[in-house]
């Protein structure tokens, strides 16, 4: 409950892409699952450049991811 989208924006390139920008708003880390539907066949955790920084764990239409305390997170998730 503490994370709040803050962009979910498509990206123009050869695959399906979109970058969901998270934002933690109570001062607690955690972790969370992104649900989609369909199931995302690459997600990326990436920095404002829109450089991959390190890969998230996907699980059928779930993506997880750990949040810090007060962290803008930008995570890039593609579809074949």
Known sequence: ?????????????????????LLETTGFAGSAEMRCARNPSRAMIIDAAGNSTMEASIFNDAVSLDVAANDLVRLKLEWT
Do not use: E
């Not at 409950?1 to 920008?21: D, E, G, I, K, Y």
């Open 1 to 21: 409950p503490n994370l709040m989208v803050s962009s979910f924006r498509p990206q123009v390139q050869s695959q399906p892409a979109v970058v969901v920008t």
